[in-house]
């Protein structure tokens, strides 16, 4: 079965860095875009960042966060740079494929940013 598994979060100071990543089996992965979404507590799901299925293209909602992946490895990552209190959330790996095709949602990981 597809899984989507999510690593690298944990507590970090404000200012800090982290990086995510989500490690993909299942599924052809390079027929994937991915994202990373965020969510806090009580609040509705945010998308943070997107890559095309080559990483040829991407975008994002955050200019202190950059997305990759390797599709060699099956993995796309997030880098976070300068880390502010607001950042403080679950952050959520997703796949999809195309417009109309299937799509996934890993379990998440908690990134705290606290001094």
């Known amino acids: 079965q597809v899984q989507l598994v999510e690593s690298g979060g944990g507590l970090v100071q404000p200012g800090g860095s982290l990086r995510l990543s989500c490690a993909a089996s299942?599924?052809?992965?390079?027929?994937?875009?991915m994202s990373w979404y965020r969510q806090v507590s009580g609040k509705e799901r945010e998308l943070v960042a997107t890559i095309s299925r080559t990483g040829s293209s991407t975008s994002y909602t955050n200019s202190r966060f950059t997305i990759s992946r390797d599709n060699a490895k099956n993995t796309v990552y997030l880098q976070m740079i300068s880390l502010k209190p607001e950042d403080t959330a679950v952050y959520y790996c997703?796949?999809?494929?195309?417009?109309?095709?299937?799509?996934?949602w890993g379990q998440g990981t908690q990134v705290t940013v606290s001094s």
């Open positions: 299942g599924l052809t992965f390079s027929s994937y875009a």
């Open positions: 997703y796949a999809k494929s195309g417009s109309y095709g299937s799509a996934y």
